[in-house]
Structures are given as C-alpha cells and as structure tokens.
C-alpha cells in the first residue's frame, strides 16, 4: 500500500520518521537531523509512506521550491532493499510532484544510489557534490 499524506498527518509522520532514523542514523551513522528538519513542517512538503503487510517499510518526500520539487529523505528497511520499494517511492514521489505542477525535480543523491536515480531518469546537474545530514550527496534532476 502506498500512503500520500502532508504534515497534519502526524501517525504516518511517525512512522516515517522511525524509517529515516533507522536506515540514516543508525545504519548509515548520519546526524540526528536526518530524522526530522524544518522542511517536515512546510505547507508545500508531502511524504510517502510504503507498507507491506500492514508494516511501513520505506518513505521519502517531495518539497515545493519554487517551480520545482526536490525529493529527499528517501529511506527503505534492509528487509525491503532490492524488491522496488524504492522505485515506487521516487515514482509516487515523481507522479505527485507533476500533479503540483513541477517544471522540474531535483534530489540530491547519496554517491552510491547515482546509478539508481539514473535508472530513473534522473541526471546530474553538474553542480558540485554538497554534505546533507553528514552524508555526501550529488545533485540531480529530471525535467
């Protein structure tokens, strides 16, 4: 099941924010602001929420920046890595960004998912590599 649902929603929020501090923080040993920021309260943010047998098992968001959405904080459970969970997410993520209206959405990729968003459509801006959450990122785009 996949769940599309803003701030107000604070359950699905939770649930979504155990998945960021488990893969993140304690898999990945990012900063503790990797589980929740001051983008997580914006009116334009929207997350999803993936679950399989009634568990959550993967989430990301998409954030309103100007004409364009920036998709982040996407996570998976190592149990689901590998099984399309997180296609669907960017997908979800990509198909409600065009129903808002982007022109454009970015994301700023952990180095070692570049081959996955490429798979995606997605292509490096050419920008320099940026730290997010103490993790390396490379910024991407797709129109």
């Known amino acids: 099941m996949i769940k599309i649902f803003d701030k107000n929603d604070k359950a699905e929020f939770a649930k979504a924010v155990d998945i960021r501090r488990t893969v993140f923080v304690d898999e990945q040993g990012a900063e503790n602001t990797a589980c929740t920021d001051g983008d997580d309260a914006s009116d334009s943010t929207r997350f999803v929420l993936v679950c399989r047998d009634g568990e ?47 022109a454009e959405i970015t994301v700023n990729a952990q180095l070692h998912a570049v081959p996955f968003y490429e798979k995606l459509g997605f292509k490096p801006t050419g920008e320099k590599e940026v730290c997010e959450i103490g993790i390396i990122h490379l910024p991407m785009r797709k129109e």
């Open 56 to 102: 959550a098992v993967g989430t990301g968001r998409i954030i309103k920046l100007g004409s364009a959405y920036k998709i982040g904080r996407v996570a998976v459970l190592e149990s689901e890595r590998g099984k399309g969970t997180g296609k669907i997410i960017i997908e979800t993520l990509c198909k409600e960004a065009k129903r808002l209206g982007a």
